[in-house]
């Protein structure tokens, strides 16, 4: 199955540097999945062949400009593509009433439904389940209420060995209840123990979405172990203060939240504008947590 994030948009509050504001595709087995929705997004989608037909959830992580500016106009291509079924956006309340309030004063009337699903900052909850993954919320600390969004799989069914199908004679109507830890009776009446039909299915996989925040170690517990860690990364640590002052945080602040989480892979992005060159970034990183990478535009990690 696919889990994998294509970077979209890397920067902080401006695009500069041919570098867009933040918003991230997650491809999760065909389903497709938004984080933030910066300036540009869909001029990224389409440069990276994206399609926007895949996308049916938008997760917007706080009300400032540089995470859902892109939005209208996502959500006007659309309405002109002719677009049917419904679309899920998990943001703040207040991003539905900018989103009403725009659609009401441009009299534009929306071939498809918009559904929305709103999102508090005073305790983590699951806000989306399907059969394969949930996605919880991470809460923040920015200069206003902030959720990260912690997309977790489920543990899969065990793994039937072939060999044993034919071994044992197993009729296809009892596969799935193998599958899900049942034994099997032979038509003899022997029982074969689950153990010795399958083996375990693979590890569950875990992708962390820690955008715009302050230092702040509350989520640590939430997020450990977690194959592959996005933490945004301002500023350079020399610049410490300036990212205290505006609620974000520095290279090492970062590589710190991945060590001690104990985190497979850490990407770092929501570059500030004043770096062009981003290899000092990367380097602090590495000096503290060697397996980080920067989020490139047009890069896809796969999880």
């Known amino acids: 199955m696919h889990f994998e994030v294509t970077i979209l948009g890397s920067n902080g509050a401006i695009p500069a540097h041919n570098r867009y504001p933040t918003s991230q595709f997650l491809n999760y087995n065909g389903q497709g999945f938004l984080l933030d929705c910066g300036e540009g997004t869909q001029l990224q989608m389409s440069k990276y062949n994206i399609k926007r037909g895949k996308l049916d959830h938008i997760f917007i992580s706080h009300i400032h400009g540089d995470h859902f500016f892109g939005l209208m106009g996502i959500l006007t291509s659309f309405n002109l593509n002719y677009r049917e079924h419904p679309l899920h956006i998990h943001a703040y309340p207040g991003v539905e009433e900018i989103v009403r309030t725009y659609f ?57 060995l072939p060999a044993k199908l034919d071994q044992y004679q197993i009729p296809v109507h009892e596969i799935s209840a193998i599958k899900m830890g049942g034994d099997f009776t032979t038509e003899g009446g022997s029982v074969i123990p689950n153990i010795e039909l399958t083996h375990d299915p ?26 592959v860690l996005y933490h945004e990364a301002t500023f350079v640590h020399e610049h410490r203060a300036r990212a205290a002052e505006t609620g974000h945080s520095t290279t090492r602040e970062a590589a710190t939240i991945a060590l001690k989480a104990n985190v497979d892979k850490l990407i770092i992005g929501h570059f500030s504008a004043r770096y062009e060159d981003l290899s000092q970034l990367l380097s602090e990183c590495k000096d503290i947590f060697p397996n980080t990478e920067l989020a490139i535009e047009g890069h896809l990690f796969s999880i």
């Open 104 to 160: 009401k004063h441009a009299q534009t009337i929306l071939r498809y439904e918009i559904i929305f699903h709103q999102v508090t900052a005073d305790e983590p909850r699951v806000i989306y389940e399907n059969d394969g993954l949930t996605v919880e919320t991470i809460i923040l600390k920015h200069r206003i209420p902030t959720t990260g969004f912690l997309f977790r799989e489920k543990v899969g069914p065990r793994k039937i």
């Open 202 to 227: 693979a590890p569950p996989r875990s992708y962390a979405f820690c955008t715009d925040t302050a230092y702040t170690e509350s989520f640590i517990e939430q997020i450990r172990g977690v194959n």
